[in-house]
């Protein structure tokens, strides 16, 4: 199996399991407004979009270039650090976490988390 059809597998099974929940909690709830419903809604919907954010980010990989990098900064080499995870927010769908590649430069100590 593919790398993507085990992320769009993932994927499915996560919206597949907020639908039940969410479905089972509309049961409970039969007096609920349209507001109250999407109360319940909204957060696991944006949980679910963050998977497919990270997913989708790191299609291409972790920006890690086998080559290095150049500091935009000061020209000289930046020495790669590792893939630490890295919280990005958005300001409809939500956070998540991407582990991607972080590049230091020694000289004018920037750091880097391609691909920006």
């Known amino acids: 199996m593919s790398r993507r ?4 597998e993932k994927l499915q ?5 907020m639908y039940d929940q969410l479905w089972r909690w509309r049961e409970e709830h039969p007096q609920a407004s349209f507001d109250d419903i999407a109360a ?9 979009m963050a998977q ?3 997913s989708l980010a790191c299609q291409h990989g972790s920006g ?8 935009p ?5 930046m020495e790669y650090k590792g893939e ?8 409809l769908e939500g956070e998540t976490e991407l582990n ?9 100590e920037r750091g880097l988390f391609p691909p920006g």
């Open 5 to 8: 059809e085990k992320e769009k």
């Open 13 to 17: 099974q996560a919206m597949g399991e």
């Open 40 to 48: 319940q809604v909204t957060p696991q919907r944006r949980a679910v």
């Open 52 to 54: 497919m954010l990270n």
């Open 64 to 71: 890690q270039v086998p080559e290095g990098r150049v500091c």
């Open 73 to 77: 900064g000061c020209g000289g080499a």
């Open 84 to 91: 630490p995870k890295r919280a990005v927010e958005h300001y």
């Open 100 to 108: 991607r590649a972080y590049y230091y430069c020694p000289q004018c």
